[in-house]
C-alpha cells in the first residue's frame, strides 16, 4: 500500500499544472489549454528568423525574440533613470541613446561559420545574433530617435508593424 501511495504521489507530480507550459508529445513547450496559440500573434510583427530561412520553426523562436525585446525595454528603462542618460554628455560624438543601443549591439557581436547557423538555425530555440539585435531594435522608438532611422532605410518598421506588447 505504501509504494502504490508513492508511485501515485509521483503520478500526479508529474502531470502538468494548470496554467503551466508543457512539452507534450513534440518535445516544444506549449501553452497549456485551448488558448495555447493565445500568445502567438502579437500586435505588429517580431520578425522571425524563419522568414529569412524558412526551413526553421517561427514559433520555437517567439518566446525568445519576445524576452530579447522585453528585456530591451527593461534595460532601457533602469538606462533612463541614470544621470548618465540625464546628462545627456557626448561620448566619442555618441549620445547616450546612441551608446545604449550600440553597447546591446556589440553584445552579440560575432561571427559563425554558415554550418553552425544552419545547424543553430534547426534546432536552437534562439535566433541568430544580428536578428536579436536588429529584430528587437526595429521595434524601439527610441532606437528610431536616436539613430534618426528614415523610411526606406535597411532598420525602417512603420509604426503600425511594430510590437507593442508592454
Request: net charge positive.
Amino acid at each position: 500500500e505504501q509504494a502504490e501511495t508513492a508511485g501515485q504521489s509521483r503520478k500526479q507530480s508529474l502531470r502538468p499544472k494548470p496554467g503551466v507550459r508543457t512539452r507534450r508529445n513534440t518535445g516544444n513547450f506549449q501553452p497549456p489549454g485551448p488558448n495555447k496559440n493565445s500568445f502567438s500573434q502579437p500586435p505588429g510583427q517580431l520578425p522571425q528568423p524563419p522568414q529569412l530561412f524558412p526551413k526553421t520553426k517561427s514559433d520555437r523562436l517567439l518566446g525568445e525574440n519576445l524576452a530579447d525585446y522585453g528585456g530591451i525595454l527593461l534595460g532601457l528603462d533602469a538606462f533612463k533613470k541614470t544621470a548618465q542618460y540625464r546628462d545627456g554628455v557626448k561620448v566619442a560624438g555618441l549620445t547616450p541613446l546612441q551608446r545604449y543601443f550600440l553597447g546591446y549591439a556589440l553584445s552579440w557581436s560575432r561571427h559563425d561559420r554558415e554550418e553552425h547557423l544552419r545547424k543553430a538555425l534547426l534546432s536552437d530555440v534562439h535566433a541568430p545574433p544580428r536578428w536579436r539585435v536588429n529584430g528587437p531594435l526595429a521595434n524601439v522608438p527610441e532606437f528610431y530617435e536616436a539613430f534618426g532611422v528614415k523610411p526606406g532605410q535597411p532598420m525602417w518598421r512603420s509604426p503600425q508593424m511594430r510590437v507593442k506588447v508592454w
